[in-house]
């Protein structure tokens, strides 16, 4: 199993990134697929998931109508992050999840900073 983040980089407020989680190694239609942060000095912090079967989606408060998560058929997730702000810089990892909350796989992060 493995999951390969990519995308992050430095962006000015207001800007937009794409982040993008390839898995292989397994069924990706059985999982959800999560993105997680962290923030320099602070601890993890959910953001997003997607059912890799149905697309079903859904979002932390703080980045509804900003964040869009999606998937293709070819086993990758992407993070479309739009109206970005300095509180968004963080480390960006996606992770797959076993149980309800439970979280087996992770990728290595990408990082996406937000500064002028």
């Known amino acids: 199993v493995q999951l390969v983040e990519s995308g992050g980089g430095l962006v000015q407020p207001g800007g937009s990134l794409r982040l993008s989680c390839a898995a292989s190694?397994?069924?990706?239609?059985?999982?959800?697929i999560h993105w997680v942060r962290q923030a320099p000095g602070k601890g993890l912090e959910w953001v997003s998931c997607?059912?890799?079967?149905?697309?079903?989606t859904a979002y932390a408060q703080f980045v509804k109508g900003r964040f869009t998560v999606s998937r293709d058929n070819a086993k990758n997730t992407y993070l479309q992050m739009n109206s970005l702000r300095t509180e968004d810089t963080a480390l960006y990892y996606c992770?797959?999840?076993?149980?309800?909350?439970?979280?087996?796989?992770w990728g290595q992060g990408t990082q996406a900073t937000v500064s002028s």
């Open positions: 992770a797959r999840e076993i149980d309800t909350g439970l979280f087996d796989y």
């Open positions: 190694g397994f069924t990706f239609s059985n999982y959800y």
């Open positions: 997607i059912n890799s079967n149905n697309g079903n």
